[in-house]
C-alpha cells in the first residue's frame, strides 16, 4: 500500500497539513504552491528505502502495510536518515529531539482506518492504496477520453464526408 | 465518557457533516464522518471547525455599555432594557426608526424569528449579509426563471460536460466542490474559467479567460453573440420554454467577439472558442460566485447568465444548471426565512402578506418593502435609523467603506450586538449579548443546494452563552410578542406552516434522514427536489424570461491619481472576517497575514520587491499589507483578501436593483511604505 500522488488534482487547500498535524501534532506533509500548481510531499515509503539502509542503529523499519517507520527507541537523532532521504523528509522533533517523519497514521490503520491526509483530502490528490489498482483506474480513464474524441471524429467524418 | 455527535460544518454553503468528538461533554476532536455531500472529505477550516469553540475569546455574559467601559449585566436585565428601549424608539420615532441585520452564519429557525420580530414590531427593515453577496443573483434569477436558488444538485457536475466557472473560486472558498469539478473533468468535461486571476480553480481550466474587472456583461453578450451567429443555441428550448429571445438577438447583434475584446481584454478568437465549447458540450452548468455578483452592474450580470444558461437550454436538465454557489452556511437559508426587506418566508412578498399575517394571528403586516443593510447604514448616518439589532455579522469588517460604517453605528441611539465573539462591530454596541455556537444549539440549516440539514448539539454553551433562538424567545416575550415556543422544533413546524417550500421538512424528518431534504418539498412523504425548473418555470407562465443588458462600465475607474483597479477575494484558510478561523491557531499560523497580489511588471514600475510593505489608497481609505509578486494578476490590478480589513478600501456605491455594493472594482494607488 502507497500514498499516492495523484499529480495535477491538488489545490493547496492544505487540509491533509492540517489534518496531520491535528492527528500527531507536528505536520508530516508539506503542500508546496506554485504559480499554475500544486503539490503535496511526504515520506514515500520507497521500496528501497536509503534510509533503512542508512540507519545505524536500525531504528528504522517497514510495517506490515509497507510503511516506513522510525522506532524512537532506537533512533539516536544522528540525521542520517535526513542525509540520505530523496525527498528530504525525516525531521527533528522539536520535543524529543530525534528524527520524525510519516508512519502513514500507524496508530489509524491498526484500526481499519485510512491515514488522516488521505482520508480527508477533498480532490483526491493523495489516495491510499495499491499502485497498480491506482494506476488501471486511472488508465481507465484515460481509455475512456480516448474512446470519445474518437467517437467524435466518427460522428464528424459522418457529418460533413 | 467518549461521545460522538453528527456535526454541520460552520463555515461555507457546502454543507459537509463530520463527527465531534466529546470527552465529558468537551469537545476533543473532528473525525470523518463517511457519508453527505462531502464523502468524508473535509477542507482545512472543517478540520479546524473545533478550535474556536472553547476560546478565550468567546463572549459569555451579557454586557452593557457604560462609562467605565462594557460591564457585566443580567439576561433579565439586559433583555428588560433593550425591549424597553427599542419599544421607546417604536413609539417616539416610528416602526421604521428600527433595524434588524440577521445572520447568514444562524439557522433558519433563528433567521425565521428575528424576521417575525421586525415584522411584528412593525418594520421590513430586515436585511442579512446575502446582501452583500448574491442580492443580485436574489434578483437576477427571480426575473428570469422565477426562483433565487441552485437549480440543479452537486451530482449534476459530474454529469455536466461543460463548466463555465465565473467570478468563482472554488478552489479557496468551497474546496470540497472541487472534488465534484474534477470529478466532472475526468469524465471529459471542458472547463472554462472566467476571472481577472489565474486563480487555483483556473489551474484545471481548459479555457481561462482573465477578463477587465466588471466587464462581464460584454462577455456574456458576445459569447451569445456567437451561439446566435452560429445557430448553436437550443431551438427547441429556446421556443418552448422561453421567452424575450428576440430582443436577446438585438441586443447582442452589436457583441461581436472583436467589440467584446476592446472592452475585455479577452482576444476574440477565445471568446469564440469558449463559446462554442460551451453551447455544443450538450450539458452544461454555469457556476458563479461574488466576482459576478458584487458590482453596481451585478443583477444584469446574473440576467446575462442566466440568459446564456437558458439558450443553451441547460436549465431543469440532468448535468445542467444555473449554479450561484453560497457562502455561508446558512445563507440560502436566511434568504428563505425572510430575512430580506422585501419578502416574507418562503418568498411571499411583503406587498401580499395576509397569508402569513393570519398564521401569525396578526390583523395586518408592514406591506412597504423596508431597507437593505446599506440602506439601513446610511440612514443610521442621516439619523433616521435610530436603533439597530445584529446578530451574528459583524459590518466593520464585511461592508464596503469600514469607515462610513463606524459613523453610522456611532449615530445609533441603540445598538445590540448578539455574537460568539467580541468582534469589531460589537465595540460599537450598547449591549452585547452571548450567543452559542453552531455545536452548542439545535436547529436546521441550509446549503447551497438548496438541502436543509438537521445541526445536533454537541456540547453545552460557555457559561451563560445562550443560543440564538433563545435569546430572540427571550426577547420576543419581553417585547410583548406571542413567543411561547416550549422547543427549537416548534419553530421548525411553524416554518413548515409559514414557508411553502419548506412544508414537508418537520425537524423529526431532518434528525431521522440526516443527509438532509432538499426543498421544494410539498408534503411529509416527498422526498425533497433534486432539481428545479425541470418542466416549467416558477414564474406566473411557467417561461423563463430571456432578459437581455446592456454592458456598463464600473463606477470607479482608474485616472491619474489612482491609477490602479483593485479587487478582492478570499483564501482558503481565512473565513470572512476571520472572526471564527482567526482563532484557529492551525489557520492563522498557515494563512495569518494580509497581502497584496500585484504583477512583476508593475512591481517593477514601482520598485517594490516581494514582502515589502505597501499602502493602498482609494477614495475612501487606506490600507497597509506585504507585496507579493506574482503573475497571477494582470498588469494595472491589485488583488487583495478582505479577511483583514481591506474594506477600509472598498466602493460602497450599489447596483440600482439589488442594492449589492461593488466590493469587486476600485480605483486606487500604491505606494512604497519607507
Not at chain 2, 427571480?142 to 444538485?153: I, P
Not at chain 2, 414564474?539 to 443588458?549: L, Q
Request: proline residues 6%; neutral net charge.
Amino acid at each position: 500500500m502507497k500514498l499516492f500522488i495523484n499529480l495535477g488534482r491538488c489545490i493547496a487547500c492544505k487540509a491533509c497539513e492540517v489534518a496531520c498535524e491535528k492527528e500527531h501534532g507536528i505536520s508530516f506533509i508539506s503542500v508546496y504552491e506554485f504559480e499554475d500548481m500544486a503539490v503535496p510531499l511526504n515520506c514515500r515509503h520507497c521500496e528501497k528505502a536509503p534510509c533503512i539502509e542508512v540507519c545505524p542503529t536500525n531504528a528504522i523499519k517497514r510495517d506490515g502495510d509497507g510503511a516506513v517507520i522510525i522506532n524512537e527507541e532506537k533512533c539516536i537523532g544522528c540525521y542520517m536518515c535526513s542525509a540520505v532521504c530523496p525527498y528530504a523528509i525525516p525531521i527533528v522533533d522539536p520535543i524529543k529531539e530525534l528524527a520524525v517523519k510519516c508512519n502513514l497514521c500507524a496508530d489509524r490503520r491498526k484500526e481499519g482506518n485510512l491515514p488522516l491526509c488521505a482520508s480527508v483530502c477533498p480532490t483526491d490528490a493523495l489516495v491510499f492504496g495499491e499502485i497498480n489498482e491506482i494506476m488501471e483506474e486511472k488508465r481507465k480513464r484515460k481509455a475512456e477520453r480516448i474512446v470519445e474524441a474518437q467517437r467524435k471524429a466518427i460522428e464528424k467524418i459522418a457529418l460533413f464526408g | 465518557m467518549e461521545k460522538l455527535i453528527l456535526g454541520l460544518c460552520p463555515y461555507c454553503g457546502m454543507g459537509c457533516r463530520f463527527y465531534i468528538k466529546t470527552l465529558n461533554g468537551e469537545p476533543v476532536e473532528i473525525e470523518i464522518y463517511e457519508g453527505g455531500v462531502n464523502e468524508g472529505k473535509l477542507c482545512p477550516k472543517g478540520l479546524t471547525a473545533l478550535d474556536f469553540l472553547r476560546h478565550n475569546d468567546r463572549l459569555t455574559k451579557p454586557l452593557k455599555r457604560t462609562e467605565n467601559g462594557f460591564e457585566e449585566i443580567s439576561w433579565e436585565q439586559a433583555i428588560k432594557e433593550i425591549a424597553e428601549k427599542i419599544l421607546e424608539i417604536r413609539d417616539k420615532y416610528g416602526p421604521d426608526a428600527l433595524g434588524f441585520f440577521s445572520s447568514a452564519r444562524c439557522s433558519n429557525e433563528e433567521n425565521y424569528l428575528l424576521q417575525k420580530i421586525a415584522r411584528l414590531l412593525g418594520t421590513n427593515n430586515v436585511d442579512h449579509c446575502a446582501r452583500l453577496c448574491h442580492a443580485s443573483t436574489v434578483a437576477g434569477l427571480a426575473q428570469t426563471v422565477g426562483a433565487a436558488a441552485q437549480s440543479g444538485s452537486y451530482d449534476d457536475i459530474p454529469k455536466a460536460k461543460v463548466l463555465l466557472i465565473w467570478g468563482y473560486n472554488p478552489a479557496e472558498t468551497h474546496p470540497v466542490l472541487m472534488r465534484y469539478i474534477l470529478r466532472a473533468k475526468d469524465n471529459g468535461a471542458k472547463i472554462i474559467v472566467v476571472d481577472p486571476r489565474k486563480t487555483k480553480t483556473a489551474w484545471f481550466a481548459d479555457i481561462h479567460l482573465p477578463l477587465r474587472l466588471g466587464t462581464d456583461i460584454a462577455l456574456a453578450n458576445a459569447m451569445m453573440h456567437v451561439i446566435i451567429k452560429e445557430r448553436l443555441y437550443d431551438k427547441k428550448f429556446v421556443f418552448s420554454r422561453t421567452k424575450g429571445f428576440e430582443k436577446l438577438i438585438k441586443v447582442v447583434e452589436e457583441y461581436t467577439p472583436e467589440y467584446a475584446e476592446k472592452i475585455t481584454g479577452i482576444p476574440a478568437h477565445l471568446i469564440r472558442e469558449a463559446a462554442v465549447t460551451f453551447a455544443t458540450a450538450g450539458r452544461g452548468i454555469i457556476m458563479w460566485a461574488m466576482g459576478l455578483t458584487q458590482h453596481i452592474t451585478g443583477t444584469g450580470n446574473v440576467k446575462a447568465l442566466a440568459d446564456l444558461g437558458l439558450i443553451c437550454g441547460y436549465v431543469g436538465k440532468e448535468g445542467t444548471g444555473l449554479f450561484p454557489m453560497r457562502g455561508q452556511n446558512n445563507v440560502q437559508g436566511a434568504c428563505d426565512m425572510g430575512a430580506l426587506p422585501n419578502v416574507l418566508p418562503g418568498y411571499q412578498k411583503v406587498t401580499d402578506g395576509k397569508r402569513v399575517a393570519e398564521i401569525w394571528g396578526v390583523e395586518e403586516l408592514p406591506s412597504e418593502p423596508g431597507l437593505t443593510i446599506p440602506e439601513i447604514i446610511n440612514k443610521a448616518h442621516e439619523g433616521e435609523i435610530k436603533a439597530l439589532y445584529i446578530m451574528g455579522e459583524n459590518p466593520v469588517v464585511s461592508d464596503p467603506n469600514t469607515k462610513h460604517v463606524i459613523e453610522a453605528l456611532k449615530e445609533l441611539e441603540l445598538l445590540v450586538v448578539q455574537d460568539i465573539f467580541l468582534t469589531e462591530t460589537a465595540k460599537y454596541a450598547h449591549y452585547i449579548l452571548p450567543a452559542a455556537a453552531y455545536a452548542e444549539k439545535e436547529g436546521s440549516f441550509t446549503a447551497s443546494e438548496r438541502r436543509v440539514q438537521w445541526n445536533f448539539k454537541a456540547i453545552e454553551p460557555p457559561e451563560e452563552a445562550k443560543p440564538d433562538w433563545e435569546i430572540l424567545r427571550m426577547l420576543g416575550k419581553a417585547l410583548g410578542l406571542k413567543f411561547d415556543y416550549e422547543s427549537v422544533e416548534d419553530v421548525t413546524r411553524e416554518i413548515a406552516l409559514v414557508a411553502p417550500q419548506y412544508r414537508g421538512i418537520t425537524p423529526e424528518r431532518l434528525k431521522r434522514d440526516v443527509e438532509g431534504i432538499q426543498w421544494p418539498c410539498p408534503s411529509e412523504d416527498h422526498p425533497g427536489t433534486k432539481r428545479l425548473h425541470v418542466e416549467s418555470f416558477a414564474t406566473p407562465d411557467g417561461k423563463a424570461n430571456i432578459i437581455p443588458v446592456e454592458f456598463k462600465p464600473p463606477a470607479e475607474l482608474p485616472d491619474e491619481e489612482y491609477p490602479f483597479m483593485l479587487t478582492t477575494f478570499r483564501v482558503v484558510g481565512q473565513y470572512h472576517t476571520a472572526t471564527m478561523s482567526g482563532r484557529s491557531k492551525a489557520l492563522t499560523k498557515r494563512w495569518g497575514e494580509a497581502y497584496a497580489e500585484i504583477n512583476p511588471k508593475d512591481a517593477q514600475k514601482l520598485g517594490i520587491e516581494s514582502g515589502e510593505k505597501i499602502r493602498i489608497v482609494t477614495r475612501r481609505g487606506s490600507y497597509e499589507c506585504k507585496a507579493k509578486i506574482t503573475k497571477r494578476i494582470g498588469e494595472g490590478v491589485i488583488g487583495v483578501p478582505w479577511h483583514w480589513g481591506a474594506n477600509v478600501l472598498t466602493n460602497d456605491v450599489l447596483d440600482p436593483e439589488a442594492k449589492i455594493p461593488e466590493f469587486k472594482v476600485s480605483a486606487c494607488r500604491v505606494e512604497k511604505v519607507m
